[in-house]
């Protein structure tokens, strides 16, 4: 059966790099990926998810190359692309205007030193969002990926910066005068990420040390609410097993239980 646990939220430990401010490591980063890091460009990082089934994993090439062509247009910006590492064989000699993040390099390095993150429906927004800065999701096939994978969550639901066509993806990532996270976006952080300042992993050794009266993190309180909670640790990916759970959840009764993923 289930027990009953406090539950400690510390954050994730891997993005505390992404949250060092040191200069220092910037540059060293900069130079991995091949960038000179005397140049004063913005650094805007493309990202895109992979597409398919979990059968028959692949890329849009098509569309990111298009996206690229009209990134690289951009002035006063360096472009980096990195696919997401199951559509990788995708690229192969695939010529992109964009520098292509060396395989060596990790992908949270790059976020670190990223001024600008593009990307669509992946989870790489969500550990984007503590650095407050500009995140634009850039997703022009929504209804077909939504129908062929499924959403968690809006794009827009989590930022406001959503370009479904070239030009509009053009004109925000263009934008260098850009004001900072609006009210959306603040909403954002403080729901998913509110614990991501750079000290998860210290906060995470702590509790594995035993010192819990140093943990600068929340306990999770059910408070009034009596359910009974049933909780799943699976990746959701859309199988047998997602189909299972679903079924169960349409079909509990949500006054008797809680379903926590």
């Known amino acids: 059966g ?8 510390g954050g994730s430990p891997r993005l505390d790099r992404v949250m060092d401010s040191d200069s220092v490591g910037r540059v060293e980063i ?3 990926i091949g960038i000179d890091p005397a140049m004063t460009s913005r650094v805007i990082f493309y990202a895109p998810t992979w597409r398919g089934s979990n059968d028959e994993r692949s890329m849009d090439i098509g569309g990111a190359r298009e996206a690229l062509d009209a990134l690289s247009t951009l002035p006063d910006a360096t472009i980096l692309f990195r696919a997401h590492h199951l559509a990788e064989a995708s690229l192969v000699g695939v010529d992109l205007k964009a520098v292509v993040v060396p395989p060596e390099v990790d992908t949270y390095d790059v976020l670190r030193v990223a001024d600008v993150l593009i990307t669509d429906y992946s989870s790489l927004l969500f550990d984007f969002l503590p ?11 929504i209804k077909s990926y939504a129908a062929e994978r499924g959403l968690y969550i809006e794009p827009g639901d989590v930022v406001s910066d959503v370009a479904t066509d070239l030009a509009t993806l053009v004109e925000m990532a263009g934008d260098s005068e ?3 996270p609006d009210d959306k976006y603040l909403r954002s952080v403080a729901k998913f990420s509110s614990f ?22 929340k306990t999770t309180t059910m408070g009034s609410d009596t ?3 049933v909780v799943l640790f699976e990746s959701m990916l859309p199988n047998g097993i997602f189909s299972a759970f679903r079924n169960l959840v349409t079909s509990a009764a949500s006054a008797q239980y809680r379903f926590v993923l």
């Open 2 to 9: 289930l027990g009953t646990c406090d539950v400690v939220v």
């Open 30 to 32: 900069l130079r991995r």
């Open 131 to 141: 650095t407050h800065r500009r995140a634009i999701c850039y997703t022009p096939d």
């Open 178 to 180: 850009w004001s900072g």
């Open 196 to 217: 991501e300042e750079g000290s998860a992993a210290t906060r995470c050794l702590d509790l594995m040390a035993g010192e819990l009266d140093t943990l600068h993190a």
């Open 227 to 229: 359910r009974k909670t």
